[in-house]
């Protein structure tokens, strides 16, 4: 129990009658990096300022370091945030935004100032103290804002989209830094994006929300390679869905049939029936095409284009029902032209079934 | 659970308690009082009964009275028409100055708004009167054979409604153009709209919510500014204002002056609630 | 074609304005008109000035005006400021009609206002005089000072007085550390726009005031209807250099406003 830093237990939230968060639960451990991924209004942010006591639950309790905090003033909780718009004090200069909550401790001027010093030092702000925030860049701003949360060694930092604002060139840097902070500070860090990337790159474990609702929570490698329902297959990378009926199992393999056509694909240890319903998805990375179809493998398609994004090519095909399927392989040669007819086909390993 | 979040929301809400208190013992009770006073019959020499009554409202429709109102109106529709005249073009000229000839016209017309209104219209007086500066000028222009009669004339009264209320058309017409996106009269001008018909079909109907709330900062106190009509009309031009103030301190019919209040208070919500249906908006643009 | 254009406007923009200043100019050139009549010049001299301070009755409405407006102004900057911040931060059912009330001092015609007065406070049996009038302008310059504080709280970002909570601000040292100062050249100019309608107001204060009080604009609407001395455009010259000087005092907080704070867009970026 002690490892959990902070515990979620039940919560709910309504907005004016709309409910925002569902009844969700979650542990927290000491140190680690998890981030909330999500879509805006999923309920991320909401949850966050749960945490850090801007809102109250309607149901539910929120433990920090085992300890019932759900009423507690914000001011009184050991959790700092930084916020979106880096909320700095636009009246004080970056020193007097620093030194804040160190100085509501009443805590003596020289060590405020060692203290302050020595933190923008670390935040590469040596030297800034006397500037006021709106003669910083995005980047500085950033940085005081990292600053003035982790003054106090709070138990848990949350971080709201703190890179939304940021150029992506500048963003990539700022993820490093970051992580490269939390491993020095030793804090549990506790952060919010809509971006998969930014996720994937940085956090010990992802929670993917959508609707008010954890859809799952897991490593990056679980999320991104099993997803366990169709929102995080679409949310976590680019991945097609197939919709079928179990037609035939042949061991560990299922033969789906997906409205006439067949394909293959990993049970996964899903005990599945002949005739039941069900759905996996394939991500793009993972299509490939042939030429001919194969006895369980017969998924006609047409090519709609080709494209060159990012390194990548991405091939958008259509089946015969009108649904399209994406492919991406890395180079720049297609090896196929628009208006082709193809065979869909990937791996059986590569398709994981997902709840419906 | 719940308990908890209303107690939290509780805590700003007693911040606006004094706020709350004060409006509700300073305006919305005693505005109440008026209206139920003006369903009061007065007492024979001072005073009022308990008696309810409704000849306090069925008095405006004596002539005298009817016509005092009418008369309050017509001004207000004069006003209003002059400002807007004189108040969209300079509005509209200032906003399209350099910023800083723009700020210092700014400052120009907001000085006299700043100062005393009774000051600037003693200057009118000065400049109105029988012998005053104005027919000095004519006669030494020979434009007048004898001084004209201006000063204690309804056009008098006229002038210093235009003059102290210009700055309110002025004000949020300037805001409106100020704000307006040029590239929308651009793509007019580039779609084969002439520059007049560019600024009919899209300039004027941009900047309308500036406009209306001139009618609205124009229209509203001119129906009340007995003290005007009293120095500049020489107290022979009644405005419902007047009426008021007679009602009150001379003839002592405070049911009647209720009543009177009560009508110009409606009038003055309708005009609110048809700016704010008109521009879908509730502040008054360029005001505050 | 051009050129001519921004010229007929200028033009237009100087005659107006010339057309404002007019009156004005009058009442400062006849203050130093050495006449006891004000037709003709009969040349320059002081003595209206000198004339006005021993005026003891137009001294004392001059000083009855100031302790008006100063505690008027006083009472809403605080019922008016900490009104908005309570406001903006909560909500509730009443909050809409509350804001409206709030501001119908300043949306009916001011005789309305007067009339109210006048009728409420002899209903309560008040003694008119300074009292009844601090009330009547305390009610009108609320609306002032709440609408301009509000304005400016709607653009602060809520999250800058979150991160002070969340730094370990109570709600009392969030309000003093980050919200009043954030709030203080808006509060400061909405005092200052209160200040200036309490020293020019006459309607309201004509229908409040006792028979012992008088307040400067009271005194001058008098003195110009009896007929008028020269003593009184000494005292409206005065009185229109003290409004500049206000106006140069807002124009100052103005400025450091714009120095010290930063708009909602700015931080995003």
Redesign the interface.
């Known amino acids: 129990m002690s490892e959990n830093i902070l515990e979620l237990c039940h919560i709910s939230k309504q907005f004016s009658g709309t409910e925002v968060l569902k009844d969700i639960s979650l542990e927290i451990r000491k140190g680690e990096f998890i981030t909330f991924l999500g879509s805006s209004g999923c309920g991320k942010t909401t949850t966050l300022r749960i945490i850090a006591g801007l809102e109250t639950p309607d149901t539910g309790k929120v433990l920090l370091n085992g300890k019932d905090v759900t009423d507690e003033e914000p001011n009184k909780r050991d959790v700092n945030t930084i916020f979106q718009n880096y909320a700095l004090f636009p009246h004080m200069n970056v020193f007097n935004n620093v030194a804040y909550s160190l100085k509501l401790r009443r805590v003596p001027k020289p060590e405020i100032k060692k203290r302050v010093l020595e933190l923008l030092e670390l935040v590469q702000l040596a030297g800034f103290e006397k500037r006021m925030p709106n003669e910083l860049s995005g980047g500085q701003k950033q940085r005081v804002a990292i600053a003035r949360a982790v003054i106090n060694n709070p138990s848990v930092l949350l971080l709201d989209e703190p890179l939304g604002a940021l150029d992506l060139q500048l963003r990539r840097q700022m993820q490093q830094e970051l992580k490269k902070l939390q491993k020095q500070l030793g804090i549990t860090f506790l952060y919010i994006t809509h971006d998969q990337e930014e996720a994937i790159n940085m956090s010990d474990r992802i929670v993917v929300m959508n609707d008010g609702q954890f859809e799952q929570v897991g490593t990056p490698a679980e999320v991104y390679d099993h997803p366990k329902t169709s929102f995080v297959a679409k949310f976590v990378g680019t991945a097609n869905l197939f919709e079928g009926t179990v037609k035939e199992l042949n061991g560990e393999q299922a033969v789906i049939d997906l409205g006439g056509e067949t394909a293959v694909a990993h049970t996964g240890g899903h005990a599945f029936q002949p005739g039941q319903k069900a759905v996996f998805c394939v991500k793009s990375e993972n299509m490939t095409v042939r030429e001919e179809p194969s006895e369980h493998f017969n998924l006609k398609a047409t090519v709609v284009e080709n494209s060159y994004v990012g390194g990548m090519i991405r091939i958008v095909f259509q089946r015969p029902n009108g649904e399209q399927v994406i492919s991406t392989k890395h180079g720049i040669h297609a090896n196929v032209d628009a208006g082709q007819a193809v065979y869909l086909c990937w791996k059986p390993e590569a398709a994981v079934f997902v709840d419906l | 659970m719940k308990k908890t979040a209303r107690r939290k929301k509780d805590k700003a809400w007693t911040m606006a308690v004094p706020l709350y208190l004060f409006t509700i013992v300073f305006v919305v009770i005693p505005l109440i009082y008026i209206v139920v006073l003006s369903f009061l019959q007065k007492d024979v020499l001072w005073g009022v009964t308990n008696q309810f009554t409704l000849n306090n409202y069925a008095k405006m429709f004596d002539p005298v009275y009817g016509k005092t109102f009418l008369d309050s109106l017509k001004l207000a529709f004069a006003t209003t028409l002059i400002t807007t005249l004189m108040g969209y073009p300079f509005g509209y000229f200032m906003a399209r100055l350099a910023p800083n000839r723009r700020n210092f016209v700014m400052l120009l017309v907001v000085v006299p708004f700043w100062t005393n209104a009774l000051v600037r219209i003693y200057g009118w007086m000065i400049l109105l009167r029988t012998k005053g500066v104005l027919n000095q000028a004519l006669l030494a222009l020979g434009i007048v054979d004898e001084p004209i009669k201006i000063l204690y004339t309804y056009g008098a009264v006229l002038i210093g409604m235009v003059y102290s209320l210009l700055p309110f058309m002025i004000l949020p017409v300037y805001s409106s153009v100020e704000k307006m996106d040029w590239s929308l009269v651009e793509a007019a001008r580039d779609l084969g709209a002439g520059r007049i018909k560019a600024f009919f079909t899209v300039t004027l109907k941009l900047t309308l919510p500036g406009v209306l709330s001139g009618f609205v900062l124009v229209f509203v106190p001119s129906i009340g500014l007995f003290f005007l009509a009293d120095l500049l009309g020489g107290g022979k031009i009644m405005l419902v204002g007047n009426l008021i103030k007679n009602q009150l301190l001379q003839a002592r019919d405070w049911p009647f002056g209720a009543a009177l209040s009560v009508v110009l208070m409606l009038m003055t919500f309708l005009i609110i609630f048809l700016y704010r249906k008109l521009t879908h908006s509730k502040d008054l643009e360029g005001f505050f | 074609m051009k050129q001519r254009k921004m010229h007929l ?2 033009l ?2 100087a005659f ?2 010339v ?9 400062v050139i ?1 203050s130093f008109n050495d006449s006891k009549s ?3 010049w009969a040349g320059f001299t002081l003595e209206w000035y000198g004339k006005m301070l021993h005026n003891s009755s137009l001294m004392e409405a001059l000083r009855n005006s100031i302790v008006l407006a100063v505690s008027s102004c006083a009472i809403s900057a ?3 400021t ?2 908005a ?3 903006v ?4 059912k009443t909050k809409g009609l ?1 804001e409206n ?2 501001m ?2 300043i ?6 206002l007067g ?6 406070f002899s ?1 309560l049996n008040l003694p008119f005089g300074m009292m009844t009038l601090i ?1 009547a302008h ?2 009108f310059c ?1 609306p002032y000072i ?3 504080v509000k ?1 400016r709280l709607v653009g602060i ?1 809520k ?2 007085g ?10 009392f ?1 969030m309000f003093f ?2 919200t009043l ?2 709030v203080a050249p808006a509060v400061a100019s909405g005092t200052l726009l209160a200040f ?1 309608m309490s ?2 107001d ?2 309201i204060s ?2 409040v005031t006792g028979a012992q009080t008088n307040t400067l ?1 009271i005194k ?2 008098s003195q ?2 009896l007929g ?1 001395s020269p003593e ?2 000494a005292l ?1 010259t005065v ?2 250099v003290f ?2 000087i ?2 140069l005092i807002s ?1 100052r907080v103005g400025k450091t406003r714009k120095n ?3 708009s ?1 867009e ?4």
């Open positions: 406007s200028s237009y923009l107006v304005l057309l404002m200043y007019l009156p004005v100019l009058m009442v006849y004000d037709v003709s605080v019922i008016g900490i009104g911040v309570g406001l931060r909560c909500n509730f509350l009330a709030a119908l001092p949306m009916i015609p001011e005789i309305i009339m109210v007065f006048l009728a409420f209903f009330l305390t009610t609320i709440f609408i301009v304005g970002d999250s800058i979150e991160a002070a909570r969340d730094l370990g601000a109570s709600e040292r550390d980050i100062p954030l200036a020293l020019d006459v309607v004509f229908f604009p001058i609407y110009i209807k008028v009184i455009n409206c009185m229109l409004t500049f206000l106006i124009g010290r704070t930063i909602k700015e931080q995003r970026r």
